[in-house]
């Protein structure tokens, strides 16, 4: 570790690496401070900033979660995704973009961690699968959720699920339109609005029975370099 960061800056950074594995998005400022035992906030800022400097992360002021690591950052702090004696890494199936304009089909075989062998295969740590079955990955098409921070290009994981509660993130099958969609999920009495996280686009509102709710998304997978 460069002489350049401090203990606390070294323990700030492998907390954001733990959270984000165990969680699949990057704490909030207050979660660095509590877990990092640091006093205010302008202090977490002060040490965001060095590792900012430093190069192992990037961040936005504009938004709550807007930390990412860089592949200094991620490759740097020795970090175990896994306890000890668990499987390190588990199989799902590679379903394609998530804008497809075909509904997704449940995945065969993803909850034993062997897919389908016909389909491609994505290798993940087991601890974002955790117990979960029928859980599947989509590479992310467009920008509709980047306030999420999931990007174009980016890769979810998603558990197969017919059902979501509000404020889910969702993917969608919209069979009148012939796609699918990934957004925040709400029922509003008999329509369904599905919410952007994005500010240049407008919700989709459509009557509940033209929404089928394909999946929860429970992890974000990004490649930062």
Not at 153 to 171: C, K, R, S, Y
Request: charged content about 25%; proline content about 8%; some cysteine.
């Amino acid at each position: 570790m460069p002489a350049e960061l401090s203990p606390r800056q070294r323990r700030v950074l492998e907390f954001i690496r733990r959270f984000i594995g165990e969680h699949g998005y990057p704490p909030t400022i207050r979660e660095i401070c509590e877990a990092c035992e640091i006093s205010s906030t302008s202090v977490a800022n002060y040490n965001l900033r060095r590792l900012a400097e430093a190069g192992y992360i990037r961040r936005s002021d504009r938004l709550s979660r807007a930390i990412e690591l860089t592949a200094a950052g991620a490759n740097l702090v020795p970090f175990r995704l896994r306890p000890a004696g668990a499987t390190e890494a588990v199989q799902v199936p590679l379903l394609g973009r998530i804008a497809a304009g075909l509904p997704i089909p449940v995945p065969t075989g993803a909850e034993s961690g062997a897919p389908d062998p016909d389909l491609d295969v994505l290798t993940v740590p087991a601890e974002l699968v955790g117990n979960r079955q029928n859980v599947y990955a989509l590479k992310v098409q467009g920008q509709s959720m980047v306030d999420a921070l999931i990007d174009d290009g980016d890769i979810i994981l998603v558990q197969h699920t017919p059902t979501a509660e509000n404020g889910d993130m969702v993917v969608a099958w919209l069979p009148d339109r012939k796609e699918t969609t990934l957004k925040r999920f709400y029922l509003e009495g008999d329509r369904v609005r599905l919410q952007p996280a994005n500010p240049l686009m407008e919700p989709i509102i459509l009557p509940a029975d033209q929404v089928q709710v394909q999946g929860r998304v429970i992890a974000v997978l990004r490649r930062l370099a």
